[in-house]
């Protein structure tokens, strides 16, 4: 008998009214996402997965989306979520925290490699290749030593889809146009300036895609740019990617497969490869190179989840590799269902089985930002829990005043999971003062009449998928060593925490203070 096909929830981000998510800056590519959408959808109708085509525009109806959704399979192709950036970055890990499985690249590949100085350091830490560079914070003046020789370009350092990157990024070296250049990165895009050596020659594009524990490299492309004649600089900017009309789009071309000595390509998949696993790309991926005049490659990018729609650069490789668009789609479906969380899998998500006295058990927990209305009953839940004493359910209230005052941009990041019996959960999470990656979570509880239904874990996972995307390493934990906290400390260690300190006596005598830590990336 034949496996039956999971069924398959396609989540994408619908462009607000004008195509533009709010705070995003680029239209076109916010708007492309549609294409990738309906193409899935086609693909899974013809191989017999059933599916339902949702869209969002925040975090929240994304965490809805997917706490609701009957499938066991999130095809994601979030791009971009109104919340704030790199909220998008999230939706891998609540999927995992509701027991789906998820194609594309998880929540610490998204973030590592949507970061391009983070990425850069860690492909020089694998010994890969990539231009000379610097990056610039915001505030920060662009020094007058130490700049890579010129030409020079200079791009937002966490941006995808070619956003922020043009043919007037380029400038001859330092000077008043690298500032201007810089300047115009920190104002628009809110984000430090990559300062890079432009590496004048050949632009490479390398797909790779897997299929269970194989992974393969399709065939090298080339990017033509004898279409810009000897007006335009060569590279590929956004106009190229997303505006039809201006002379890049359509001076732009394909070479597939890329015409090269068969040294140099499989040098290029070896280093492709390479770089593929050094950032733990999972399902597909393309890697961006340009060839020195010499034709030494160098590692431009590393993009996770890139554009599958019919005429993207992607979905021609995989033609060219012999590859079909539906197998591709039908095999990320595939890998995504056998990650799916085992400990969660169960969880009912539409239909709840019934209880022992005949009521129907909770829906899986939702988690979203807390919000006024849950200040009491995030009060009443640590109160009922009976490990608080009232002096410590003050502070608990001061920092949860806080953090609903200052909201999602303020120091305490405040979650509550939500069932339908209402608030069931609350953490409360910030970075840690004076430190670089590191994260406290200051306070996590459950109600009584909820525990033991991986509530707690699921905000545990929550607070670190956010901690990854908001450019963290480090969760830190801190209970009590009484007895009363035996079952709470075995709980930190069931999520992965290890014991890295004790200070005896911290609370009072006899109560010490147990500190755990866990490690989110080297």
């Known amino acids: 008998m034949a496996r039956e096909k999971p069924s398959v929830l396609v989540l994408y981000n619908a462009p607000a009214v004008g195509g533009l998510h709010p705070g995003a800056t680029c239209a076109e590519s916010d708007a492309g996402v549609l294409a990738q959408a309906g193409a899935v959808a086609a693909a899974l ?43 998008e970055l999230l939706v891998p890990a609540l999927c995992a925290a509701h027991g789906k499985g998820c194609t594309g690249g998880d929540t610490p590949c998204a973030a590592l490699t949507l970061d391009k100085w983070r990425t850069r350091a860690v492909l020089q830490g694998a010994g890969l290749p990539v231009p000379a560079g610097l990056l610039v914070r915001i505030g920060e003046k662009v020094p007058t030593r130490g700049l890579p020789r010129g030409p020079l370009i200079v791009k937002p350092a966490a941006t995808d ?9 380029l400038c001859p070296g330092p000077g008043v146009a690298l500032r201007r250049l810089v300047a115009e990165v920190h104002a628009k895009f809110g984000q430090p300036a990559l300062v890079e050596q432009f590496v004048d020659g050949r632009e490479l594009n390398v797909g790779l895609w897997q299929r269970r524990d194989d992974v393969t490299v399709l065939p090298v492309a080339e990017i033509d740019f004898s279409g810009y004649g000897r ?96 197998t591709f789609v039908a095999a990320l479906v595939a890998n995504a269902a056998a990650r799916r969380p085992a400990a969660l899998a169960v969880t009912p998500a539409v239909a709840p089985a019934r209880g022992p006295r005949g009521a129907a058990a909770p829906r899986r927990a939702t988690i979203r930002h807390s919000v006024p209305a849950d200040r009491q009953p995030v009060l009443a839940l640590l109160a009922a829990t009976g490990f608080f004493r009232p002096d410590e359910l003050e502070v608990a209230a001061e920092v949860l005043d806080d953090a609903l005052e200052a909201g999602p941009g303020g120091h305490y990041q405040s979650f509550v999971a939500e069932d339908e019996a209402g608030v069931a959960g609350w953490v409360c999470a910030g970075p840690t003062p004076c430190t670089l990656g590191a994260w406290d979570v200051y306070w996590l509880g459950v109600a009584p009449d909820r525990q033991g239904r991986g509530i707690g874990k699921a905000l545990v996972r929550h607070c670190e998928a956010l901690i990854l995307a908001r450019g963290g390493n480090l969760s830190v934990i801190e209970t009590s060593g009484s007895a009363g ?38």
Request: charged share 25%; proline share 6%; with cysteine.
């Open 45 to 87: 109708a013809r191989t017999g997965h059933t599916h339902r085509v949702v869209a969002v525009r925040t975090l929240a109806e994304a965490t809805a989306a997917v706490a609701r959704a009957p499938e066991p399979v999130v095809f994601n192709l979030i791009e971009a979520l109104g919340d704030a950036p790199g909220a």
């Open 161 to 169: 889809a070619s956003e922020g990157i043009d043919t007037h990024s």
């Open 231 to 326: 007006e335009l600089p060569h590279l590929v900017g956004y106009r190229a990617k997303w505006v039809p009309g201006t002379p890049e789009y359509h001076g732009l071309g394909r070479v597939l497969p890329a015409q090269l000595p068969a040294r140099l390509a499989a040098q290029v998949a070896r280093l492709a490869r390479a770089a593929w696993d050094a950032c733990g790309c999972r399902d597909y991926a393309r890697v961006d190179f340009r060839l020195s005049r010499r034709g030494a490659p160098f590692i431009l990018e590393v993009n996770v989840d890139p554009d599958i729609s019919p005429d993207a650069g992607f979905t021609a490789a995989l033609k060219a590799g012999g590859v079909r668009y539906v």
């Open 485 to 522: 906290y035996t079952s709470t400390r075995g709980f930190y260690l069931g999520c992965g925490y290890d014991e890295a300190a004790c200070i005896a006596d911290y609370y009072a005598v006899g109560d010490d203070r147990i500190i755990y830590t866990k490690r989110l990336r080297g």
